[in-house]
């Protein structure tokens, strides 16, 4: 089993461009989530999503960001019109059903120009 | 709303001196409280969960509710060691964790 993947690992974008990061859960999950990473801060919760199914979005700003996570292919998190601000690590992690632990994927770094 | 407090941005210590990392959580209900480690140019992996009550790497913590802690230690620190490690809190029938900001744990010869 590969692990929860991520990709890109780095990715540079300058300010109103869009981001797109992807990732795909270890094999045998179906439960995805999604924290952000500010420099010098902890992870932050943004989404919790199955598959086709967003459950908690309770820490996704309200504008510019989305997630997915289709039948098919990985879990998407799409930042529109990218900020400064925006630069950070976004991690993924997956389990198998709710309760289990989380295994995360090694994260994107976002560098908003 | 739940919070993790890690009050040490950086803890040095001595190859086979203990080490006590801190954690304290806010939270009213039950909590699950997990640690995790992020070695150098790794990912994130978690290290222990107070449920399973087990001893990992030689590292234990213990669930204190009185004092909202689950403070993470080892009696002798080795090199390999080193690490950022953060203590996470999950909330009863919830998904999310909630990290304190992370201890880098500096393990000197």
């Known amino acids: 089993n590969a692990g929860v993947m991520q990709n890109p690992r780095h990715l540079v974008r300058r300010r109103g461009q869009e981001a797109r990061l992807r990732c795909s859960p270890m094999k045998g999950h179906s439960h995805v989530y999604w924290y952000r990473q500010l ?6 919760f943004m989404v919790y999503l199955q598959k086709e199914n967003i459950i908690d979005e309770s820490g996704m700003p309200k504008e510019r960001f989305s997630a997915e996570f289709p039948k098919e292919g990985p879990s998407i998190l799409r930042i529109q019109q990218v900020v400064r601000g925006d630069s950070a690590a976004y991690f993924c992690a997956s ?10 994927g090694p994260g994107t770094r976002l560098t908003v120009l | 709303a739940q919070r993790v407090t890690q ?5 040095s210590v001595f190859k086979g001196a203990p080490v006590e990392l801190k954690c304290n959580y806010s939270y009213s ?45 080892k009696p002798f620190a080795q090199e390999e060691d080193s690490a950022m490690y953060y203590c996470a809190l999950r909330t009863g029938g919830g998904n999310k964790l909630t990290f304190g900001t992370g201890t880098q744990l500096k393990v000197e010869l």
């Open chain 1, 39 to 44: 420099p010098e801060e902890g992870l932050k």
């Open chain 2, 29 to 73: 209900g039950s909590p699950e409280l997990f640690w995790y480690v992020q070695y150098s140019r790794q990912r994130l992996q978690l290290l222990l969960r107070h449920i399973s009550r087990e001893s990992i790497k030689g590292f234990t913590a213990d669930l204190n509710k009185g004092e909202t802690s689950f403070h993470l230690k």
């Open chain 1, 95 to 104: 389990n198998r059903e709710q309760a289990d632990t989380q295994y995360f």
């Open chain 2, 7 to 11: 009050p040490e941005k950086l803890l």
